[in-house]
């Protein structure tokens, strides 16, 4: 089967750096995205990793551990427009081609 | 250069009735993606669209739902006889042949049953 977890709620501080993990169980597994979306509007891409490592991008960064089914996404120097939910999504392959399957979200909340 | 779109963006329907939601993927984009999002809840797969042809409808309730993606025109996914438990936001996503890991995602319908 297929499982993803994410912590439901988190709280942290302007200008502080936060990390939301992810974990997850897959078969086929063909990579692992991380989306931002405010609430009342669409998911929008932050990152994308299929190899082991950390994938920096400006403020924000992403981290994939195939090994151990984990992935973190790492935000510093917050603002308060981070404030949003977070979603993992795994790719995996079954059937014939690709499927996205998501996590619940991590609702992250920041504060002056 | 516009993105995916959806309308309406948001539907209110009684019990009983029919809600139809359409998709027009981002120019040049031949895959469709329809996701449910309940309140609180992430996103959940539903149907898997190319044109004209329904690749993987595994996520879809067996009864009431239905979605298309004809030849010409936008993708539409049908809800008959909407019941309270059909209230959420669907969002849409198209990718380009070949390229699903590059889905873009629309802002969404919000289907209010009441």
């Not at chain 1, 405010?38 to 994938?55: C, I, K, R």
Request: glycine fraction near 10%.
């Amino acid at each position: 089967g297929q499982n993803i977890d994410q912590p439901t709620e988190m709280t942290a501080t302007e200008g502080a750096i936060v990390q939301i993990n992810c974990t997850y169980q897959t078969s086929g597994f063909n990579g692992l995205f991380w989306y931002q979306q405010h609430a009342g509007e669409a998911p929008t891409f932050l990152s994308y990793n299929v190899l082991d490592g950390l994938e920096e991008k400006g403020r924000f960064s992403s981290f994939l551990s195939r090994s151990k089914g984990y992935s973190y996404l790492l935000l510093k120097e917050l603002q308060m427009k981070d404030s949003a939910s977070y979603l993992c999504a795994v790719r995996g392959f079954s059937g014939g081609y690709n499927k996205l399957i998501f996590g619940a979200g991590t609702r992250l909340a920041v504060h002056p | 250069n516009a993105g995916v779109m959806q309308n309406p963006r948001h539907l209110v329907r009684r019990r009983g009735q029919e809600a139809r939601l359409r998709c027009s993927p981002m120019k040049g984009h031949s895959h469709v993606y329809w996701y449910r999002q309940l309140p609180e809840e992430g996103l959940k797969f539903m149907v898997y669209l190319q044109k004209e042809n329904i690749i993987d409808e595994s996520g879809m309730p067996k009864e009431r739902f239905s979605a298309e993606f004809p030849k010409e025109g936008p993708s539409i996914l049908r809800i008959q006889q909407v019941v309270r438990g059909d209230s959420a936001a669907y969002f849409c996503a198209s990718s380009q042949e070949g390229a699903d890991y590059e889905q873009y995602f629309g802002p969404g319908t919000r289907l209010t049953v009441t």
